[in-house]
């Protein structure tokens, strides 16, 4: 069995699927959107290069923007279910299989690096007092993103859960201590201290006990990864009902019961309770907390506004995609749930979340009301205003999905 | 003692494709208080007869009835008439069990006080009391079994569809199914039941149908069909093996 074509096929097939969309995202209006936003952040970072303000914290800016991409490491490998059984014998071999996924997986997060890294470049050199050089820069954050990955990979074939979640932390914090040293200390000196931790990472990733192949993780990991891709796909155009990855949130098991007890709120509460447990949530609240601290760092400018108005965007976008969860549940066919009552509630329940979010991400707006009034609460009209948009945009669209079943 | 039947189907001919019928003028009926056992080979058409009846399939000709109504004319009510175990359990990841009970009893709507006495049983009745506020992900394949089970029986229709319920349940997982149907019976609940453990059901079910190459090729009691086909003394397994073989 040639297992290096195997991965290729199925590389391909999954490609294959994803081609029909593309005009559709070229058309949709989300990536217009996301052009303009990329055209306006162009012309704010070069009008920002032209006059820097004294004391910007580059050094800090230079690590939040470039861990991330260093230590984040993914793999597709396009591993299925039935392999457990069918490539089980081949287990020995599968290192074939895999070393595409682990070229592939790193050729482009490093070109994703080099991005960021270039995008910041001509403010760090301008801003920092003794800037490094792009070229050994580059060569640092590539050792460590290597770092990541193979640390990503031991993890994974982990024979204990919680020490694969122990290791998931080390990783970070040591990749976080790596490119940190880099951006603070002398190059020498960061040098040395890097290769002094890779070689403790490396030596402490040997000592717990792993799978030669862990099968059922990578498939899990294979499924969240497609689920992603899928989701993505999602912003732009609308794509088949797709699973999410879930999460326990013990905290928010109780979200949701207090729901009406009526046939008609039946699937808001099987929508509350897949949201509190689902990645879309995670993903909202990850944008919500970045958007929370940015427009209360920009709040005295417009750009704030900016910021506040495009970020509650993006959490439209994310929200949006819960019309598509359970689109091909079977039990909503064969349940007697009112009619058009799984629409509605979507609807109804994006838009409060929606609104929710207008309110929470704009509150640092408030602290300017005294010497901005006017600035301010316009930008939170404008948020509101989007919210109320975007549930327009979602009643449109299933009143033509009615149509189209009819 | 009969009243109209809950479940009814005249001349179903149905299948995945126009020109290639899996289901060829199928006519049974359940009444209100039976338990009728629909038996066959793989591939004999009851898993199909079965998704006609939930409305996953349309029928190319005849009719299905469901207290009375059709899919067509009054969906909800049709839907609100029936619950369904499948084959193989399809569960919410996002839910645990208690939430998959307390959906389907939202869905189905069933009063929240029914909801809550109703659950305690099942959890008591499945031995499943430990498990409730798990991730169905998280359980093992005969109790994702029971959260199906516990979820058709929450609602409390007129007609029970049972696809194979026995796969993955433990001995007393499967006693307690059975003698939870048989409740069911008594309080006058229909039981449209398919499965392969023929020795099993012949003591439970009321009335029996084989279905053959997507053809009802005999139905009635054990001792009808016995009669019918001149075999008398027959179990219902091996009945079932003269009427499939012959059938050939």
Known sequence: ?406 | MNTAPVLQITGLSGGYSLNKPVLHDIGLQVQPGEMVGLIGLNGAGKSTTMKHILGLMSPHKGEITVQGKTRGSDPESYHSALSFVPESPLLYEELTVREHVEFTARAYGVERSDYESRTSQLAALFNMEDKMDTLSSHLSKGMKQKVMIMCAFVARPALYVIDEPFLGLDPLGIRSLLDFMLDLKKSGASILLSSHILSTIENYCDRFIVLHRGMVIAEGTLAEMTAKAGLQGLNLEQLFYELVQGGK
Request: a positive charge; aromatic letters at 14%.
């Open chain 1, 1 to 406: 069995m040639d297992l290096k074509e195997l991965r290729r096929q199925r590389r391909s097939r999954f490609t294959g699927s994803l081609i029909p969309y593309v005009g559709y995202i070229i058309q949709s209006g989300v990536a217009m959107v996301f052009l303009l936003v990329l055209i306006m952040f162009s012309a704010w970072y070069t009008a920002l290069l032209r006059d820097i303000p004294a004391g910007i914290p580059i050094r800090w800016i230079m690590l939040l923007l470039l861990i991330p991409a260093a230590v984040h490491s993914s793999f597709r490998t396009y591993l299925q279910t039935p392999d457990t059984i069918f490539l089980l014998p081949q287990g020995h071999r599968m290192r074939e299989y895999f070393a595409p996924s682990w070229v592939s997986g790193n050729v482009w997060k490093i070109l994703r690096l080099a991005f960021i890294l270039i995008t910041i470049w001509p403010l760090y050199i301008r801003t920092d007092e003794s800037p490094k050089g792009l070229l050994a820069t580059l060569l640092v954050l590539i050792l460590v993103k290597l770092l990541s990955s193979y640390g990503l990979w031991r993890e994974t074939a982990m024979l204990s859960r919680p020490a694969a979640s122990g290791y998931n932390l080390l990783r970070w914090a040591v990749g976080t201590l790596m490119v940190a040293a880099w951006v603070w200390q002398p190059s020498i000196r960061a040098l040395i201290f890097i290769v002094i931790l890779a070689a403790a990472y490396a030596a402490a990733l040997s000592v717990p006990g792993r799978h030669s192949v862990p099968w059922e993780r990578l498939i899990t990991m294979e499924k969240n990864q497609g689920t992603r891709a899928l989701m993505v796909l999602g912003w732009f155009v609308d794509v088949p009902g797709r699973e999410q990855r879930v999460y326990a949130r013990r905290y928010l098991s109780k979200w949701g019961s207090g729901i009406t007890w009526q046939r008609n709120s039946a699937y808001r509460f099987l929508l509350t309770k897949s949201f509190a447990r689902g990645d879309i949530f995670g993903i909202v609240l990850r944008i919500a907390v970045l958007d929370l601290f940015l427009v209360w760092m920009t709040r005295g400018s417009y750009l704030g506004s900016g910021i506040y108005v495009f970020f509650l965007f993006l959490m439209g976008i994310q929200l949006t995609a819960l019309r598509k969860l359970h689109s091909e549940s079977f039990w909503l066919t064969v349940y007697p749930l009112p009619e058009g009552s799984k629409g509605k509630g979507t609807i109804q329940f994006v838009f409060r979340a929606h609104l929710v979010l207008a309110l929470l991400t704009g509150l640092p707006l408030l602290l300017e009301l005294g010497d901005r009034p006017l600035p301010a609460l316009g930008t939170y009209a404008c948020g509101f205003l989007l919210a109320y948009l975007f549930r327009v945009s979602s009643t449109r669209k299933e009143a033509r999905v009615d149509e189209d079943d009819l």
